[in-house]
């Protein structure tokens, strides 16, 4: 757990809760639809003649950056190379039009978020001229053409707000005609938000987009007559795309931490002219924090879902330093839908509501009931992750397989996804609706839950509990098919647990169990009964996208039609 953030005294509320799926499966197609449409009418004259109009002479003023940029990174830039999550450009190179970049990379790059690498190493003399060079190449790219992904609503919002935060790196020429094309493609890119904001994919991306028109209008002169209207806008984007406890609607940890960084950069916004943010913008801050917090594991980095790479500990570290509240981790949450248990060295999560459905996540995961575990320093059981990664890093295939029930620790019928993965990214049916309940006693905090995945093409809900005890030595878990109607033949099951990098497992002569090794050489024991215990090879994609092969222990057997029920331990054996 980042040191950064109060230990958690949160008090559990005990008790049963039903979640259901946040949209129906029939706005997939409406919303890539609805998407295509507006990029094509970013194309259009009529689009090319609302941006044109006058430009600033200057920004009212400058806010501060909130999160501190990485000066290794910022040293590489200077060097010629930008470099991140395992992707590497060179500058000499680039052109912004280069089509092999992963999203995550490209979204590094448009955002212009490596600037904030540069402004790290605190020497402004030796870095702008760099800053300046690189935006000379983005504005001849792009400056002219609206088009995806550079002028994308999300991308274009966020790199409004690196600009602004950042404006003495790409504004401190003496070239004029330069400076009044910055200042030019900052009044324009504001334009753009007001027309395209409210059309940009629900959830972070729709928020990034209304941020970057809220600070526009908040540092740039003129901007007070529409400043209302694009705060009005932020404040209907939060409304649509989070839960009433403040977690997107993605279910994304990854794109959580975009959120937490949208709203802390415009904190500061609204501080440099001397204001504070309205209340329902610091209550959106201080949620998604608390529920960021409930998502690390004892190593401080992430933990992995929906597409999202697990990020390293330095990276959240940074992140959480830079929001401006403290929280504590909560690890609750009915609409969000992840649960934590924390006990002693052990830390758990587990995925407990439906997917995102639709188009909400390109990347969405077929994850419900899977868990991740760490053990102190070292994460023990994990999903595979990383899908989101994409591009040159991961095939296709690749990406796809990530996202399958089977990449995660949670138990799979017949070789099948407990809801469907669309072709061209998102979800569609499948698990339409969970039921979570908690009880934290003396004997140990418990997590109850179940899926209607498997109903109706199997017959089967899903029902996993876990328990852990008070000092966090052993888990106990129970998988359990329940029919739901009657069912004539039983179904196969795989209940899989993939390991962390540097976890050896052994199994036992009895063959019903297996010894865990951490790198420190502490061990755990699992056993478990009933199905066919096996060692399998596994992957696992970390924070820079890259691929470890790894083990995983997989229970497997046949269920009979009236059910059946798969206990299992993790037991720390010294």
């Known amino acids: 757990m980042s040191g950064d953030l109060p230990a958690d005294s949160e008090s559990i509320v005990p008790g049963k809760r039903l979640i259901r799926a946040n949209r129906p499966t029939g706005f997939a197609l409406r919303d890539r639809l609805k998407a295509q449409l507006n990029q094509l009418l970013w194309k259009s004259p009529l689009h090319r003649l609302r941006l044109k109009g006058r430009y600033p002479l200057k920004l009212l003023t400058v806010p501060e950056d909130p999160i501190k940029g990485d000066p290794d990174r910022g040293a590489a830039i200077l060097r010629g190379s930008i470099y991140w999550q395992g992707t590497a450009q060179e500058v000499a190179a680039c052109t912004?039009?280069?089509?092999?970049?992963?999203?995550s990379f490209a979204r590094h790059m448009h955002s212009f978020a490596w600037l904030r690498d540069l402004a790290a190493l605190n020497d402004r003399e030796r870095v702008a001229p760099?800053?300046?060079?690189?935006?000379?190449?983005w504005l001849a790219a792009h400056s002219e053409t609206v088009s995806d992904v550079a002028w994308r609503g999300d991308l274009a919002g966020a790199r409004l707000l690196f600009w602004m935060a950042h404006a003495p790196l790409i504004l401190s020429s003496p070239d004029i005609i330069y400076r009044s094309s910055v200042l030019s493609i900052l009044a324009r890119t504001a334009r753009h938000l007001e027309q395209v904001a409210g059309h940009v994919a629900n959830g972070v991306p729709r928020i990034e987009a209304w941020a970057g028109a809220v600070a526009a209008n908040l540092l740039m002169p003129g901007g007070e007559a529409r400043r209302s209207y694009s705060e009005s806008g932020l404040k209907q984007a939060l409304a649509t795309g989070l839960f009433d406890d403040g977690g997107p609607i993605c279910r994304s940890p990854e794109k959580l931490g975009y959120l937490i960084q949208t709203l802390a950069m415009l904190q500061k916004v609204y501080a440099a002219r001397g204001e504070r943010i309205d209340p329902w913008l610091a209550a959106a801050l201080e949620e998604a924090v608390a529920l960021y917090g409930a998502l690390i594991l004892g190593d401080g980095g992430l933990s992995s879902w929906q597409g999202g790479v697990p990020l390293a500990k330095a990276d959240v570290d940074t992140l959480l330093r830079g929001a401006p509240v403290r929280t504590r981790p909560k690890r609750q949450s009915f609409d969000w839908g992840y649960q934590r248990l924390e006990n002693g060295r052990t830390s758990l999560i587990m995925d407990a509501a439906p997917p995102p459905i639709g188009a909400a996540s390109d990347t969405g995961c077929a994850s419900t009931l899977g868990f991740e575990m760490s053990d102190g320093p070292y994460r023990l059981i994990v999903n595979c992750g990383g899908a989101g990664a994409g591009g040159a890093i991961l095939s296709d295939a690749l990406v796809q397989a990530l996202r399958t029930s089977a990449a995660h620790s949670t138990l799979v019928v017949a070789d099948s996804n407990s809801t469907a993965l669309l072709p061209l990214g998102g979800l569609g049916a499948g698990v339409g609706q969970t039921e979570v309940e908690w009880q934290d006693s003396a004997a140990g905090g418990r997590v109850e839950a179940s899926h209607d995945g498997y109903v109706r093409r199997f017959g089967m809900l899903h029902r996993r509990t876990l328990t852990l005890l008070p000092d966090g030595s052993e888990l106990?878990?129970?998988?359990?098919?329940?029919?739901?109607?009657?069912?004539?033949?039983?179904v196969q099951f795989a209940i899989r647990f993939h390991l962390g990098v540097g976890v050896d497992a052994s199994p036992t002569a009895v063959g019903n169990g297996a010894l865990l090794r951490l790198p420190d050489g502490h061990m755990w024991q699992f056993r478990c009964q009933n199905?066919?215990?096996?060692?399998?090879?596994?992957?696992?994609?970390?924070?820079n996208g890259q691929m470890h092969p790894t083990q995983q222990l997989v229970i497997s057997g046949d269920a009979p039609a009236g059910g059946a029920t798969f206990n299992w331990v993790l037991k720390r054996a010294r």
């Open 531 to 543: 199905g066919t215990l096996a060692l399998e090879d596994s992957l696992w994609v970390d924070a």
């Open 476 to 490: 106990r878990g129970d998988d359990v098919l329940v029919p739901q109607r009657r069912v004539r033949n039983g």
């Open 96 to 103: 912004f039009t280069e089509q092999n970049w992963s999203p």
């Open 130 to 137: 760099l800053a300046e060079q690189l935006m000379r190449t």
